[in-house]
Antibody, heavy 121, light 112 residues
Framework: EVQLVESGGALVQPGGSLRLSCEASGFRFATYEMQWVRQAPGKGLEWVSYISSLGYNTFYAQSVKGRFTISRDNAKSSLYLQMNSLRAEDTAFYYC??????????????WGQGTLVTVSS | QSVLTQPPSASGTPGQRVTISCSGGSSNIAVQTVNWYQQLPGTAPKLLIYNTNQRPSGVPDRFSGSKSGTSASLAISGLQSEDEADYYCAAWDDNVNDPGVAFGGGTKLTVL
């Protein structure tokens, strides 16, 4: 069974940094494309970032480009999101998501339960 | 605002058939497959339909997806009270400058 477990969410001050982690199990992590998706309280889903199965390609939403960095460690079956220069509008639940790299599209199939990031002074 | 456009709300009575639309463009729905997600209050989104019309194991065949041109639809037949939830569509967007996943703004389904 595919399992994705996020951690690292916390209350952080504006301008601060935070690193989210996602531990994967139940599947061959190195064959999955991974992404972070966020959802502000009471709002819709917003795609944040993508990383290819071997980590060679990354993409970011305009709203986080230059501030967030996605990475992965296939040996540890883990996905990360380094978030710098955090703003109040980054407050959201952050979901780790994955899809097999032979799926034909890169849209999330599996989701974790999310971790809450709150940016406030 | 979202790249994909969904109606903010939809409703139906038990047993009825309802459809939720998702409108996109030439760089997403027109050339990519579509996923649909169901989100119950306080929970993570759950995959309902993938690759436009495929159901993951465990999803009832009351749920079906389709696509035509730059629009996609989710149909729910035999509506049940437990179907009351938020529904989101998503597709990869092949925008040359900013590729990524495009989500719809979500549709809140109410079972009357």
């Amino acid at each position: 069974e595919v399992q994705l477990v996020e951690s690292g969410g916390a209350l952080v001050q504006p301008g601060g940094s935070l690193r989210l982690s996602c531990e994967a199990s139940g599947f061959r992590f190195a064959t999955y494309e991974m992404q972070w998706v966020r959802q502000a309280p009471g709002k819709g889903l917003e795609w944040v970032s993508y990383i290819s199965s071997l980590g060679y390609n990354t993409f970011y939403a305009q709203s986080v480009k230059g501030r967030f960095t996605i990475s992965r460690d296939n040996a540890k079956s883990s996905l990360y999101l380094q978030m710098n220069s955090l703003r109040a509008e980054d407050t959201a639940f952050y979901y780790c998501t994955g899809v097999p790299d032979n799926n034909g599209n890169s849209v999330p199939r599996y989701w974790g339960q999310g971790t809450l990031v709150t940016v406030s002074s | 605002q979202s790249v994909l456009t969904q109606p903010p709300s939809a409703s139906g009575t038990p047993g009825q058939r309802v459809t939720i639309s998702c409108s996109g463009g030439s760089s997403n729905i027109a050339v990519q497959t579509v996923n649909w997600y169901q989100q119950l209050p306080g929970t993570a989104p759950k995959l309902l339909i993938y690759n436009t019309n495929q159901r993951p194991s465990g999803v009832p065949d009351r749920f079906s997806g389709s696509k035509s041109g730059t629009s996609a639809s989710l149909a729910i037949s035999g509506l049940q009270s437990e179907d009351e939830a938020d529904y989101y569509c998503a597709a990869w967007d092949d925008n040359v400058n900013d590729p990524g996943v495009a989500f719809g703004g979500g549709t809140k389904l109410t079972v009357l």
